[in-house]
C-alpha cells in the first residue's frame, strides 16, 4: 500500500479466496461432512484421531482416516461438489483422482473432453489460445510470448505466504471497503473455513446473517461486519462462482459496488 498508494483504492473483492492454510484444508472434512458426502461415524473417527489442528498432525490413526476419507471422495469434484469428477486422473474407480487434501489441480488431455465436463473449455481455450492465427491477431510475434497456460503450476517463488488474515485486518481497519463471497458448492476453499478466518478478525456483526436476492429468487445469503466487510455465500457456485452463477453474481457485485447493501 505505501504512504503514497499509486491507485486510489476504495475497497476490495475477493472469492473463494485461500487465505490461510490452518483454516481452509482443515474445513473440507467437516464441510464434507455437512454436505452429506461423508458418514457421521467417518467425521466422529476423524475429529477423535486428528483433534482441532488437522494441518499438522501427524500421528498413524490421522493419517489413516484420512486416507479412508480420501478414498471415499475421489469421485467427488472438489471445485463444485455436483459436478462430474473430469480430470485425468479419475477413471472411475475409488483408488484414481486428485485427493481431498492437496490443493493442485489437473487440465484434461483432449481423449478427456466430454460435453459433461465444464474442464473441456480450460483445455480448449489453451487449444485456441495457442493457435497461430489467432496469436497473429493479437498481435504476438513469433518467439516474444511462451505458450499461454491457464494456470502456471511451474512459476517458480521463493516465499510461501501461509496466511494474509493480518492483511485483511488491517487494510480493513483502514477504511477499506471489502466483499468476501464464496460459492457454497466449493470444496476446494469450503465457505466455513471463510467464515472462520473472518470470525477471528474479531469484528462485530453490523447486520446478522440472512438471505440475498437475485431475479426474484434467494441467491445466497450475507453478513455485514464493522470495517465495511461483507460476507456472502453464493448458493449454487463452485470455486469460480461468477462462472457458475453469472447473474447472480454480477447482482452482487453491482450492488456492492454501487453502495447499497447486498
Known sequence: MGDKPLLNLKGYIIGNPLTDRKFDLPARVPYAHRMGLISDEQYETYRESCGADTSMNRNIQ?????DAIDKCLKGINIHHILEPECSSEYNGNSDSGRTLFD????????????????????????????????????????????????????????TDIRSIVEFHRSVTSR??????YSGDHDMTVPFISTQ????????????????????????????LYANNLTFATVKGGGHTAPEYMPKECLAMVDRWLSGRPV
Open 62 to 66: 490421522c493419517k489413516n482416516c484420512h
Open 103 to 158: 490443493y493442485g489441480g489437473a487440465e484434461l488431455g483432449l481423449s478427456d473432453i466430454s460435453s459433461e465436463c465444464r474442464e473441456k473449455g480450460y483445455s480448449m481455450s489453451g487449444i485456441w489460445a495457442n493457435n497461430r492465427s489467432v496469436r497473429e491477431a493479437l498481435g504476438v510475434h513469433k518467439g516474444t510470448v511462451p505458450l499461454w497456460l491457464r494456470c502456471n503450476h511451474g512459476t517458480p517463488y521463493t
Open 175 to 180: 477504511g477499506y471497503r471489502s466483499l468476501i
Open 196 to 223: 472462520a478466518w473472518i470470525r477471528s478478525l474479531g469484528f462485530a456483526v453490523v447486520d446478522e446473517w440472512r438471505p440475498w436476492y437475485a431475479t426474484g429468487q434467494v441467491a445466497g445469503f450475507t453478513t
